[in-house]
């Protein structure tokens, strides 16, 4: 589902506006007492620096009704564009998808376990379970009046899925019939297809204006295949010979490392695509839209309920482009909320959309979400009353959170549907060696990782889907072993570490991540006699590294798209944005492949037990440990519940100033 970012920075760097919520500083005051008897160095330190910052910050802007820690700076508000658990949660408060995930996993549900209606107020299944209609609500519109029809979803998927948006998470639009085709541009045209030719965009038109379509009948390509080697594709001109009209056009789609250079008797243009109205998605009306799978998926509507399939507004994107579409001045959404500012390196205001169709039911004027990136300015954060929520308490306080007596009544852990591992660059020397990325993962002590640097309830993890997936039991990657590492070390060519390169270990910024990174060096150097490196980067820039594949072991955590082995396991087929490890298997994705149009609950689950079996044995991955959830929540706030996927909608939440009780978040946890 989301990248897991919890990312930290130097206490120094830390730019945050705080304040006291006059409505509650009695409670604060207990929590805060309660919590210095937890740490009285890391007060005794810290709070006078919160305070003060309070103190001198305090009359600038009025409080939120709602304020929570985001943990760090999100990279865009743009669904399209994300893959992350920060921007995750600003977008699903400022859009909406056909459905809505539900937060309360202990509650029946309208429409299936896990789905409420969002902008479809119903839909209908086809009793082949590949083709959804939906009927959109008459009363929805955007954030600026618009109506809200059919015709949004549509163009919101088209550009979601157009190679020209290089969506990290278009995979997910490939579950439609022929959306794989669309988003890999010309890469699996044959002749005889029909597409379209999108030419180069007109002056004036903005980066994210679709320009001028031609649509036409593809006769050929030239070559037929590209190299597979990035660097070979780019020395290569691909030629398209489409019937248009009846008469043959050559089309060459740019290439920004050979210029502005077409060759003579073609026509430049901008992609070459199957015709998208191949793409099983189509508009009956302004109310009913038409979803057609490739094959039954179970976890459809759940995708449709994450914020990457949410809808934007084409009025907006295409006169504004990009990025300022998103700029708070700009942007025009359909959720409960709209952004009313955004401080870099501080907070963003969301307040309550006027708009909404459901505006009724919206409990919260005002939600700020701050971005504080170190944990016990957090803490401090929250014990002063200044914000409502924080996802992780410093580590050296889970131990003394959790065997609290009488227990905490703000806080209780939870098991997610989420894995924190480390990523293997294949590609970097003797990373490429099987035996080697094995021996890094033997040499390995989780159970002291655990009991040393995360200090909290995790479990070692012995696989990469993590325990509680319905109907799944994955295979067990091999026991930590550090003599038989030693053995492969040398099997591969490195006895005792000799000769063996500098190894660099990238992460987020973050006390967590670094005391794990720190942990990892001193035991394979120890066990191992290799030398390693730590680099620690700010959020953005840290996925910008994965993404490029420009480091040799790079942090990851993960969380469940969907309740289904599938959300985990297809991270790994080659062609996933999210693989960043330049690891491929064939048999691998033959069987990813082959899962999806296996109706047989039975053998699905065999199937994908055998491509994790494969994952396991490659190891481009280092899987740690399974999460946790450690949110610290005021028993205040209402409608905040424990669930697997750690999913927590602001739409949902409200503040109960008379309760003294314990949240709901409470009620339905177990200890």
Same mark, same amino acid.
């Given at each position: 589902?989301?990248?897991?970012?919890?990312?930290?920075?130097?206490?120094?760097?830390?730019?945050?506006?705080?304040?006291?919520?006059?409505?509650?500083?009695?409670?604060?005051?207990?929590?805060?007492?309660?919590?210095?008897?937890?740490?009285?160095?890391?007060?005794?330190?810290?709070?006078?620096?919160?305070?003060?910052?309070?103190?001198?910050?305090?009359?600038?802007?009025?409080?939120?009704?709602?304020?929570?820690?985001?943990?760090?700076?999100?990279?865009?508000?743009?669904?399209?564009?994300?893959?992350?658990?920060?921007?995750?949660?600003?977008?699903?408060a400022l859009f909406e998808g056909l459905v809505r995930l539900s937060p309360d996993e202990r509650l029946p549900v309208t429409g299936g376990p896990d789905q409420w209606p969002g902008v479809a107020e119903r839909w209908e299944l086809?009793?082949?379970?590949?083709?959804?209609?939906?009927?959109?609500?008459?009363?929805?519109?955007?954030?600026?009046?618009?109506?809200?029809?059919?015709?949004?979803?549509?163009?919101?998927?088209r550009r979601f899925l157009s190679p020209l948006t290089a969506a990290e998470y278009a995979k997910q639009g490939w579950y439609l019939k022929n959306g794989k085709k669309y988003n890999s541009g010309g890469t699996y045209l044959e002749?005889?297809?029909?597409?379209?030719?999108?030419?180069?965009?007109?002056?004036?038109?903005?980066?994210?204006?679709?320009?001028?379509?031609?649509?036409?009948?593809?006769?050929?390509?030239?070559?037929?295949?590209?190299?597979?080697?990035?660097?070979?594709?780019?020395?290569?001109?691909?030629?398209?010979?489409?019937?248009?009209?009846?008469?043959?056009?050559?089309?060459?789609?740019?290439?920004?490392?050979?210029?502005?250079?077409?060759?003579?008797?073609?026509?430049?243009?901008?992609?070459?695509?199957?015709?998208?109205?191949?793409?099983?998605?189509?508009?009956?009306?302004?109310?009913?839209?038409?979803?057609?799978?490739?094959?039954?998926?179970?976890?459809?509507?759940?995708?449709?309920?994450?914020?990457?399939?949410?809808?934007?507004?084409?009025?907006?994107?295409?006169?504004? $482009? +990009?990025? #300022?579409?998103? @700029?708070?001045?700009?942007?025009? %959404?359909?959720?409960?909320? /709209?952004? &009313?500012?955004? !401080?870099?390196?501080?907070?963003?205001?969301?307040?309550?959309?006027?708009?909404?169709?459901?505006?009724?039911?919206?409990?919260?004027?005002?939600?700020?979400?701050?971005?504080?990136?170190?944990?016990?300015?957090?803490?401090?954060?929250?014990?002063?009353?200044?914000?409502?929520?924080?996802?992780?308490?410093?580590?050296?306080?889970?131990?003394?959170?959790?065997?609290?007596?009488?227990?905490?009544?703000?806080?209780?852990?939870?098991?997610?549907?989420?894995?924190?591992?480390?990523?293997?660059?294949?590609?970097? $020397? +003797?990373? #490429?060696?099987? @035996?080697?990325?094995?021996?890094? %993962?033997?040499?390995?002590? /989780?159970? &002291?990782?655990? !009991?040393?640097?995360?200090?909290?309830?995790?479990?070692?993890?012995?696989?990469?889907?993590?325990?509680?997936?319905?109907?799944?039991?994955?295979?067990?990657?091999?026991?930590?072993?550090?003599?038989?590492?030693?053995?492969?070390?040398?099997?591969?060519?490195?006895?005792?570490?000799?000769?063996?390169?500098?190894?660099?270990?990238?992460?987020?910024?973050?006390?967590?991540?670094?005391?794990?990174?720190?942990?990892?060096?001193?035991?394979?150097?120890?066990?191992?006699?290799?030398?390693?490196?730590?680099?620690?980067? +700010?959020? #953005?820039?840290?996925?910008?590294?994965?993404?490029?594949?420009?480091?040799?072991?790079?942090?990851?955590?993960?969380?469940?798209?969907?309740?289904?082995?599938?959300?985990?396991?297809?991270?790994?087929?080659?062609?996933?944005?999210?693989?960043?490890?330049?690891?491929?298997?064939?048999?691998?994705?033959?069987?990813?492949?082959?899962?999806?149009?296996?109706?047989?609950?039975?053998?699905?689950?065999?199937?994908?037990?055998?491509?994790?079996?494969?994952?396991?044995?490659?190891?481009?991955?280092?899987?740690?440990?399974?999460?946790?959830?450690?949110?610290?929540?005021?028993?205040?706030?209402?409608?905040?519940?424990?669930?697997?996927?750690?999913?927590?909608?602001?739409?949902?939440?409200?503040?109960?100033?008379?309760?003294?009780?314990?949240?709901?978040?409470?009620?339905?946890?177990?200890?």
């Amino acid at each position: 589902m989301w990248l897991l970012s919890t990312a930290r920075c130097s206490h120094k760097t830390v730019q945050c506006v705080s304040y006291q919520n006059p409505a509650r500083p009695a409670a604060d005051l207990y929590f805060a007492m309660k919590l210095r008897k937890l740490a009285p160095a890391i007060v005794a330190v810290a709070l006078p620096v919160a305070l003060l910052a309070w103190t001198i910050s305090a009359s600038r802007l009025p409080p939120a009704d709602f304020t929570f820690n985001n943990f760090t700076e999100i990279k865009t508000v743009d669904p399209a564009l994300v893959s992350g658990q920060p921007e995750g949660r600003v977008i699903n408060a400022l859009f909406e998808g056909l459905v809505r995930l539900s937060p309360d996993e202990r509650l029946p549900v309208t429409g299936g376990p896990d789905q409420w209606p969002g902008v479809a107020e119903r839909w209908e299944l086809s009793e082949d379970g590949r083709t959804y209609t939906f009927y959109l609500r008459k009363e929805a519109c955007w954030s600026n009046g618009d109506p809200l029809t059919a015709e949004d979803y549509h163009y919101s998927m088209r550009r979601f899925l157009s190679p020209l948006t290089a969506a990290e998470y278009a995979k997910q639009g490939w579950y439609l019939k022929n959306g794989k085709k669309y988003n890999s541009g010309g890469t699996y045209l044959e002749p005889g297809d029909a597409v379209e030719v999108e030419l180069n965009l007109e002056p004036g038109q903005t980066n994210t204006c679709i320009g001028k379509l031609i649509e036409g009948k593809l006769l050929r390509k030239d070559p037929v295949t590209m190299p597979e080697d990035q660097e070979e594709r780019d020395k290569v001109t691909q030629k398209f010979y489409v019937e248009v009209d009846g008469r043959e056009r050559c089309f060459v789609a740019a290439n920004p490392n050979q210029g502005d250079t077409v060759p003579e008797g073609a026509e430049a243009c901008r992609v070459v695509t199957l015709d998208f109205d191949e793409v099983g998605i189509r508009v009956i009306d302004d109310h009913t839209l038409v979803t057609e799978l490739d094959n039954p998926t179970p976890f459809w509507l759940q995708l449709l309920g994450f914020y990457p399939l949410f809808p934007v507004h084409r009025g907006c994107v295409e006169e504004f $482009g +990009a990025p #300022a579409w998103t @700029r708070p001045e700009n942007i025009v %959404s359909n959720g409960p909320f /709209r952004i &009313e500012f955004r !401080r870099p390196r501080d907070r963003i205001r969301l307040v309550k959309n006027e708009k909404y169709w459901n505006k009724e039911n919206i409990r919260l004027n005002t939600i700020d979400a701050v971005a504080v990136e170190n944990e016990t300015t957090s803490l401090n954060m929250y014990m002063l009353g200044d914000v409502d929520w924080i996802e992780q308490p410093p580590n050296n306080l889970l131990r003394e959170l959790i065997e609290s007596d009488p227990p905490r009544d703000d806080f209780n852990p939870a098991p997610q549907l989420a894995i924190y591992m480390y990523k293997l660059n294949v590609a970097r $020397g +003797a990373l #490429a060696d099987k @035996r080697v990325r094995l021996a890094l %993962s033997l040499s390995l002590d /989780r159970e &002291e990782i655990i !009991r040393t640097a995360v200090r909290g309830p995790q479990k070692p993890a012995h696989s990469l889907v993590p325990p509680g997936v319905v109907g799944y039991t994955s295979p067990h990657m091999p026991t930590p072993d550090a003599e038989r590492a030693r053995q492969l070390m040398a099997d591969a060519g490195f006895p005792g570490g000799s000769g063996f390169q500098n190894l660099t270990i990238l992460y987020n910024t973050n006390d967590s991540h670094e005391a794990i990174a720190e942990l990892m060096r001193k035991q394979w150097q120890e066990e191992l006699g290799i030398n390693v490196t730590l680099r620690n980067m +700010a959020w #953005a820039a840290y996925q910008d590294k994965l993404r490029l594949t420009e480091y040799d072991v790079g942090r990851q955590g993960w969380i469940a798209d969907y309740n289904d082995a599938n959300t985990f396991l297809d991270l790994f087929v080659s062609d996933n944005e999210n693989n960043q490890t330049n690891w491929a298997n064939d048999r691998y994705d033959e069987l990813i492949k082959q899962a999806e149009s296996e109706p047989n609950p039975q053998r699905r689950n065999e199937i994908l037990q055998e491509a994790e079996a494969i994952v396991l044995d490659e190891m481009p991955i280092i899987p740690l440990y399974y999460y946790y959830s450690r949110n610290m929540v005021k028993p205040h706030v209402r409608g905040f519940y424990n669930n697997s996927q750690d999913f927590h909608p602001l739409h949902a939440i409200w503040i109960d100033h008379e309760s003294g009780g314990l949240n709901e978040y409470m009620r339905g946890a177990p200890r």
